[in-house]
């Protein structure tokens, strides 16, 4: 760690982890989004490790700017209601690394595992991999609150087990 | 008025199709015992299957694995840049050769007694072979090829004895559209997979039509994403073209970020191609979209499918980029109006364990007779793969001899 961070920080990115979990294991898109900083320079990227190791661009989500992000919303709200064979998650995530970016910045990674329950099925495994964050601590002392301003997601699963509708 | 159900339900693919030309028994989808028939009779038989394209491996010594049925490939590029598609095992024990999904390898060595194979799978090594079988002949032991053609990068395989030449089998339809698909030349650019697997069976992954597009997918209906004209041909060996125009969205609001649905080079008269070869692979070229959907049966209830996405080796880096935004956002397991499609592969399956037949209505004509060319919203456009399935496996209809 270039830079000591102050417990305010921590705490605040602790929280962002914790909100993120708890949006998409209710389902809750909206508060999902509100994870992200609301800059239109914002990023949400979910990749496969494969194309991740071999420089391949192509993502199964690819929201490069605040717009898109609000999108993705939209399709799972709007677009793709009563289609989809409704599935739960839980996400773990383990903390990897945090170092300094500056500007009140921090450069995170964390490893995750998502299990998934089919709505009348067994719970398994949907993948597990790594998030690789660029954060932002936005206000000060107590009111210091942390934002994504860049996740990207990259999933171990060289073939996923099914169709994704949520985030990761 | 609801109705009783009419027979038993066995879950066994009846031997004798009812005599009417839009009806297929649902039985088929979910038959493990029909499944390994289709492998001898379809997979390993006398027809060509679609399993990479030139542009996945461009450099010398480049490879992917990739199976066909329960078959392993190794597909590499040699030396003389040429492409084959090898057996995946060792031709000493069987050893599977290369357990990598892709990569670059000077030679290929199975570890298990260090035989070692070069680029064009010629044996370039194997240890202690003075005390090898009196018969034994390092030239008579390079890696199995499967016999292959090409067409614009689109590598395809057989295994079969009597499947007629790549040309003769492609036809007359499909030359054009596909050609128009793969950028003109296929001198495409490898962007990326999607790979998925379905709880799916093969034929029910790509059964899709033309009348669903507009009803199961709502961007369509939010984005007043309406097709033009466009032709639809199908062959009596199974294969189904489209062309169809897309007029621009509307898109009023509903994206924040429109550009998922701009067009920057295709010609939205042309805007929509999709070529499905018999039996299983499907390509799309949508908007700027270029997909190629590399699909393996793994079983009679799991289809895997990698979507390979391409740009073409011309593009300038703005219009590669645009195909990136565009190709991981839109048409995928996951695409803002396809992730609905991969919904109904899985529940279509499930549905399909129950008595009966699987009824087209849409564009349906004639009882007795398929008609070879549909309109844009009709669902007739899988029905001559059906009869061209039918007879290949051996099933009969009702009344015929």
């Known amino acids: 760690m270039s830079q000591a961070i102050t417990a305010a920080h921590t705490s605040a990115i602790d929280a962002l982890h914790t909100a993120y979990v708890a949006a998409l294991d209710q389902g809750d898109m909206a508060a999902w989004a509100a994870t992200f900083a609301v800059a239109d320079e914002t990023s949400y990227f979910c990749i496969s490790a494969e194309n991740d190791r071999r420089g391949l661009p192509l993502a199964l989500m690819y929201d490069d700017c605040r717009g898109r992000i609000d999108d993705r919303v939209s399709f799972v709200t709007k677009v793709w209601v009563g289609t989809y064979q409704p599935y739960r998650t839980r996400h773990f995530i383990q903390r990897l690394s945090c170092e300094s970016a500056g500007n009140n910045q921090y450069r995170v990674t964390s490893g995750f595992m998502i299990m998934m329950t089919p709505e009348g099925g067994a719970t398994t495994i949907l993948t597990s991999g790594e998030y690789r964050d660029l954060i932002e601590i936005q206000g000060e002392?107590?009111?210091?609150?942390?934002?994504f301003r860049e996740r990207r997601t990259v999933y171990d699963a060289d073939v996923l087990p099914r169709y994704i509708v949520f985030p990761f | 008025m609801s109705k009783y159900q009419a027979g038993t339900y066995t879950g066994e693919a009846p031997k004798v199709w009812p005599a009417k030309?839009?009806?297929?028994?649902?039985?088929?989808?979910?038959?493990?015992?029909?499944?390994?028939e289709e492998l001898k009779k379809i997979f390993y038989g006398d027809t060509w299957h679609?399993?990479?394209?030139?542009?996945?491996?461009?450099?010398?010594?480049?490879?992917?694995?990739?199976?066909?049925?329960?078959?392993?490939?190794?597909?590499?590029r040699g030396k003389d840049n040429q492409v084959r598609v090898f057996f995946n095992s060792c031709t000493h024990r069987g050893n599977q050769l290369e357990t990598s999904v892709s990569g670059n390898r000077k030679?290929?060595?199975?570890?298990?007694?260090?035989?070692?194979?070069?680029?064009?799978?010629?044996?370039?090594?194997?240890p202690g072979s003075k005390e090898f079988a009196p018969d034994f002949k390092q030239e008579n032991f390079g890696l199995v090829e499967l016999k292959t053609d090409q067409y614009l990068g689109l590598i395809l395989v057989t295994m079969g004895k009597n499947t007629p030449p790549l040309k003769e089998w492609l036809g007359d339809i499909v030359p054009l559209t596909l050609s128009?698909?793969?950028?003109?030349?296929?001198?495409?650019?490898?962007?990326?997979y999607q790979k998925v697997r379905y709880v799916s069976n093969w034929k029910g992954y790509n059964d899709n039509d033309g009348y669903h597009g507009g009803l199961l997918h709502t961007?369509?209906?939010?984005?007043?994403?309406?097709g033009g004209s466009g032709s639809q041909p199908m062959s009596v060996n199974g294969h189904w073209v489209i062309e169809a125009e897309l007029k621009p969205a509307q898109n009023s609001g509903f994206l924040n970020d429109p550009s998922l649905i701009d067009f920057k080079v295709a010609d939205p008269k042309r805007g929509s191609l999709v070529v499905q070869l018999y039996p299983m692979t499907v390509m799309v070229?949508?908007?700027?979209?270029?997909?190629?959907?590399?699909?393996?049966?793994?079983?009679?209830?799991?289809?895997?499918?990698?979507?390979?996405?391409?740009?073409?080796?011309?593009?300038?880096?703005?219009?590669?980029?645009?195909?990136?935004?565009?190709?991981?956002?839109?048409?995928?397991?996951?695409?803002?109006?396809?992730?609905?499609?991969?919904?109904?592969?899985?529940?279509?399956?499930?549905?399909?364990?129950?008595?009966?037949?699987?009824?087209?209505?849409?564009?349906?004509?004639?009882?007795?007779?398929l008609s070879l060319d549909m309109k844009q919203s009709d669902e007739t456009g899988n029905l001559p793969r059906w009869e061209h399935y039918r007879k290949v496996m051996g099933f009969k209809r009702e009344g015929e001899q």
């Open chain 1, 141 to 147: 002392g107590d009111n210091a609150r942390a934002v």
């Open chain 2, 21 to 36: 030309v839009n009806q297929i028994p649902k039985e088929i989808f979910g038959d493990a015992a029909l499944f390994e």
């Open chain 2, 50 to 76: 679609v399993v990479g394209h030139t542009a996945e491996v461009p450099n010398i010594g480049d490879f992917k694995t990739f199976d066909l049925g329960r078959v392993p490939l190794l597909i590499a």
């Open chain 2, 107 to 126: 030679e290929f060595e199975c570890p298990y007694h260090r035989w070692l194979f070069s680029l064009d799978g010629a044996l370039a090594a194997c």
């Open chain 2, 180 to 192: 128009a698909l793969l950028g003109g030349d296929g001198r495409l650019k490898l962007l990326g």
């Open chain 2, 219 to 226: 961007a369509f209906r939010m984005l007043n994403f309406q």
């Open chain 2, 285 to 369: 070229k949508h908007m700027d979209v270029i997909n190629l959907r590399f699909a393996i049966a793994r079983s009679h209830d799991v289809t895997e499918v990698h979507y390979a996405y391409f740009a073409h080796e011309d593009d300038s880096e703005e219009l590669v980029q645009h195909r990136i935004r565009q190709s991981s956002n839109l048409l995928g397991p996951c695409g803002m109006v396809s992730m609905e499609d991969a919904a109904v592969f899985q529940r279509i399956h499930i549905g399909n364990h129950t008595p009966g037949v699987a009824e087209f209505q849409k564009g349906v004509v004639s009882l007795s007779e």
